[in-house]
Each structure stands twice: as structure tokens, then as C-alpha cells.
């Protein structure tokens, strides 16, 4: 098996990669018939994966996005940018036939965000290329937007998962949920197979079928999960193993779009795993780099680069460093 210096990835982020259009705040949603007026509508980054990948390249990881867009100026675009990021984007293959995924993100002030999404070239995402010689080539496969792509399924999922932990690889799980549904015949079989689990506070309720976050860690670990995390915006977040729960506080910001604080929590969950850090200086780096998205629209516009991030956690987080030096 092939050691972490013999890994030319730190991360293949897969699944979701989306056109994002997102609004700056506007006063109010408008009525039938009305327009309301923003200051700026921005052509960005989108989709679990790509924010993913992104964030890790932002903080220098060497990280490739593992997905599907359509060949059309939305799927270039996409690309173009996150190859500028830094982002290897061989693997994200470009479908002649269908459009590629996108997404209006709406933003009124004082609102959490609403969203309309088109499933695109997402849906024909099977991660079929993902052979066992491509994951020895990498620390660390992030799965992101599961139960969204319906060619990505539980058996697929598990035995990609199985597949790469016998190469050494990290396996985490990430969720979007369309809504209330039987989301536990997509999981049980996926969460045996599964390192860390980490789902936000509202998807974890659709799939437990309740508000308690500790039952809902205590319900993945029940299913097999290693780590389940859960995210609950900016009452922190609530994690478990076999060891018992830890729970995190989030970082006071100011908020300007939560568009990607998740997947920058991820982002950030994963940088410190591959730095050696403990679980809960884990969290810790993934709660700062969620808070640095929230401050700009967008979903990777406002998060932290590696010496960004540093400095927020000397300032703030003192321990999360502690165990570095």
C-alpha cells in the first residue's frame, strides 16, 4: 500500500459540481409580478465537491473534483474557475447531452437563503472511473451531495467506500437532502463504510425523524458511521464516535450568505485530519473555516487561505494550533 508521500492528491472531492447564481441580499422576496432590485447577481463556484475542492485548494492541499458538467458556458465557466483555484479538474468529465447542474440562490436579508436547482449533468454521476488504481492515489475521498444523484447509488457508494479503505483512504459523507423522504434505505448500508459522516442539523432531522442532535449523532453511530458530525449553524456542532460526544462552538462572524459554510466546515474537518489533529481540533478548524465563508456571497469566495486560517485560530482558537507545534 502506498504511503501518504506516494499520494499525488490529498483529497478527490466527488459529486456535486454546480453553477452557482447567487443574489446579494434583497429586501424582501418580491410578489407575483414585482421586481425587486440587487445589487449584484455573481456567477460562482457550486456543488458540494467543487466547494470542497476549493476550500482544500485554497489551503495549498493538492486536490482534484470528481463530477459531471454539461458542455455548455455554465460547465466551462465552472471549470475554468476552479482550475484558476488551483482544483485538478481531469476528472470532471464534460457530457455532450445535458445541461450542467445549476443553481438560483436567493438571499434576503435577514433570511436564510432560498434556492432553486436544476439537476443537470449531476445526475449522471455513478463515480464509475473511480478505480482501485485511482484511489491509491490519494489521503483523503470526499463524497459530497449524496441522496441528489440518482445514478450514485447505496450499492455503488458502499462498494467505493469498502474499495478505498483497503487502500488507506479516508471515506467522508456528505448529504443533500431535497426533502422529507426515506433516507435511511440510501444510509444503512452506505455508514458501515463510512469514516466521518456530516450532515447539518435540518438534513440529520429528515433522516431520523428527529430534532435532538445527540440522538441524531447517537442514530449514525447506531448505523455504523466511525465519526458522525453534525453542523447546526451557529449553535456549533455536536459530534461522536464509540468514544462518547464532543461538542464545538461556532465562531461569531459577521453573516453576509451562508451559501458553502458547510461545505467549508467539511473543508476544514478534512485539513486537520491530514495534519494529524485530534477530533475535536477538527471541528475546531472546521468551524473556522465556516464562519470565514458567511462573510462574502458566494460559496467559496470569503473562505480562508492557509495563512488566513492560521492567524484566526492563534487569535481565537489558541489550542487548535497548540498541538501542531
Not at 466527488?14 to 452557482?20: E, K, N, P, W
Request: include cysteine; proline fraction near 4%; glycine fraction near 10%.
Amino acid at each position: 500500500m502506498p504511503n501518504k508521500t506516494e499520494r499525488p492528491w490529498d483529497c478527490l472531492s466527488a459529486g456535486l459540481i454546480v453553477a452557482d447564481f447567487v443574489t446579494t441580499p434583497i429586501s424582501h422576496l418580491p410578489a407575483s409580478g414585482q421586481l425587486v432590485l440587487t445589487d449584484r447577481i455573481d456567477f460562482a463556484i457550486g456543488g458540494c465537491a467543487a466547494n470542497v475542492a476549493t476550500d482544500l485548494a485554497k489551503l495549498d492541499r493538492k486536490v482534484a473534483v470528481v463530477g459531471r458538467v454539461g458542455n455548455d458556458l455554465p460547465g466551462h465557466g465552472v471549470c475554468e474557475r476552479l482550475k484558476s483555484a488551483g482544483v485538478d479538474v481531469g476528472w470532471a468529465s464534460v457530457l455532450p447531452d445535458v445541461a450542467t447542474s445549476s443553481t438560483l440562490i436567493v438571499n434576503v436579508a435577514g433570511e436564510d437563503r432560498r434556492f432553486i436547482h436544476a439537476l443537470g449533468a449531476n445526475q449522471r454521476f455513478d463515480a464509475a472511473e473511480l478505480t482501485d488504481e485511482i484511489l491509491a492515489k490519494t489521503r483523503v475521498l470526499a463524497i459530497g451531495g449524496y441522496c441528489l444523484m440518482s445514478d450514485l447509488t447505496a450499492e455503488r457508494v458502499a462498494d467505493l467506500f469498502r474499495r478505498a479503505r483497503r487502500q488507506g483512504v479516508l471515506t467522508t459523507l456528505d448529504v443533500v437532502l431535497p426533502g422529507p423522504g426515506d433516507y435511511e434505505k440510501s444510509l444503512r448500508p452506505v455508514l458501515p463504510e463510512t469514516d466521518v459522516f456530516l450532515p447539518n442539523s435540518d438534513e440529520a432531522a429528515h433522516i431520523c425523524g428527529t430534532k435532538d442532535v445527540r440522538r441524531q449523532v447517537q442514530t449514525f453511530l447506531d448505523w455504523g458511521v466511525r465519526t458522525a458530525v453534525v453542523t447546526c449553524g451557529g449553535a456549533g456542532t455536536v459530534a461522536g464516535t464509540s468514544d462518547g460526544l464532543i461538542e464545538v462552538p461556532a465562531f461569531q462572524t459577521e453573516f453576509v450568505d451562508g451559501t458553502g459554510s458547510g461545505d467549508a466546515f467539511v473543508a476544514g474537518f478534512i485539513d486537520g485530519w491530514l495534519d494529524g489533529a485530534s477530533l475535536k481540533n477538527c471541528l475546531v478548524r472546521g468551524a473556522a473555516l465556516g464562519a470565514s465563508c458567511v462573510r462574502a456571497t458566494g460559496a467559496t469566495v470569503g473562505v480562508f487561505r492557509r495563512d488566513e486560517l492560521q492567524g484566526f485560530l492563534r487569535q481565537y482558537a489558541p489550542t487548535a494550533l497548540a498541538e501542531q507545534a
